[in-house]
């Protein structure tokens, strides 16, 4: 069954709504997997909410589902920690004692953020995965919006155990949950996206550069050195030039963007906005520069690079970790210059877990050969060379995104503070990577 009209389309980070196209359509995709949420607020004015045109979508669909007990009664909860678009989930009591409710989500586009991304290009992507079984269904759109598929997910914190959405900030680090997520970004890096297979970060780049100057006054153009990036990203893209082995990348694998099945121990990525063909070192060393946030603090703009997956090679790492696994704590500590303490100790430990994770996730993802084939450790040291150097794309990269969302997005967070560190992160990396190449 199908339903048009004129619609409202809904996303993941916004506060404002923006039109687009004045259709909508929903499908009988039949029965959906639903999710369990950990951060959300009930919504008791569902009409000051949810758009008219997307009320009726949502009214259509529910009538296609025989258990639902009235299709009036829906509830309506804001999911918090977004910061794109408006993000609800929708739910309807059921007489099926399996199920309880039936449960879709509703995305509401972000106003002024057509600047990061081709909306109609993120809705190709995501009917795309969708019919690779790699996301969530897409069930209806409308103008500034779309309802999706809501997907039943659990995931376990390293601290407690809870339900989420997606994953937590410390899962990232988590060695079982860290190999489950490299071999499906492998996988996902191995879809023949339809369209051009050119590498788009360095274009995104200028064009970023370019609204981000246009937004900002002298005096913050001066104090965030804009006027230095332009030649910033040509010098990059010239030291990068030779490593650029493009796949289809994500472009924005932090921990909310991931989730897990419990039960089945799935990953499923989401959220497509920044897809698109890109050197797919490029999305590791994002993934690795994720792991300094968590957008789940009273201060979810702070970033943490002490979290950041250091630098030592896996023959040095391994090394490390058999004196580490075969040495009393103090005969180590002995052993490592300037570790005096047993604080000292378990900080080092905590850092050579991180250089095993870097290792781990690396080796699991670059398997190309298929079982019995992973690369050799100098193949990990020297790809893990090669996504260090883009690590500074990235911070570049989302620098300019928190440059310009400061001017186009209302949403409770800082995000020029948020550029500042990213800059600041490149300044101080970028001698240490690029050395006498920058």
Known sequence: ?????????????????????????????????????????????????????????????????????????????????????????????????????????????????????????????????????????????????????????????????RPHLTLSACDLRDPDISTLIASKLKEFHDLDMPGPKTPMVWDRLHNWLSAAKSMCTVEEAQALRLDAMGKEIETLHKCLAADQHVA???????????????????ITIIDYEYACYNPFMFDIANHFCEMAADYHTETPH??????????????????????????????????KQGLTSVGDFFMYISLLLLQL???????????????????????????LEEVEKYTLASHLLWGLWGVISEHVNEIDFDYMEYAKQRFQEYWLQKPKILGSLG
């Not at 809904?10 to 959906?32: P, T, W």
């Not at 472009?251 to 039960?263: S, V």
Request: charged fraction near 25%.
């Open 302 to 335: 702070v970033l943490e690079y002490t979290k950041y997956p250091g630098t030592l090679t896996s023959t040095s790492t391994s090394l490390l970790a058999f004196q580490m696994l075969n040495s009393p704590p103090y005969q180590f500590l002995h052993m």
């Open 357 to 383: 994770y870097r290792h781990n996730f690396i080796e699991y993802n670059f398997s190309f050969c298929g079982p019995g084939n992973q690369p050799s450790n100098l193949e990990v040291d020297k790809l």
């Open 1 to 161: 069954m199908c339903w048009e009209g004129n619609g409202i389309s809904f996303d993941r980070l916004s506060c404002r709504g923006v039109g687009y196209r004045k259709r909508a359509s929903i499908c009988n995709e039949g029965s959906g997997r639903s999710l369990v949420m950990e951060s959300c607020e009930k919504i008791d004015g569902i009409k000051s909410c949810l758009p008219g045109e997307a009320m009726k979508i949502l009214q259509s669909l529910a009538s296609c589902w025989d258990d639902i007990v009235d299709v009036d009664a829906l509830q309506v909860i804001r999911l918090k920690g977004a910061m794109t678009n408006e993000v609800y989930q929708i739910k309807w009591p059921t007489n099926s004692n399996k199920e309880g409710s039936r449960k879709v989500l509703v995305r509401i586009y972000g106003e002024g953020v057509d600047v990061f991304f081709d909306r109609e290009m993120e809705i190709r992507t995501f009917e795309f995965m969708s019919k690779q079984g790699q996301g969530p269904r897409l069930l209806g759109r409308f103008s500034n919006g779309r309802i999706e598929e809501f997907i039943r997910a659990r995931v376990l914190s390293s601290l407690v155990f």
């Open 248 to 266: 289809f990348c994500h472009n924005d694998l932090q921990y909310g963007n991931i989730m897990i099945d419990e039960d089945t121990r799935s």
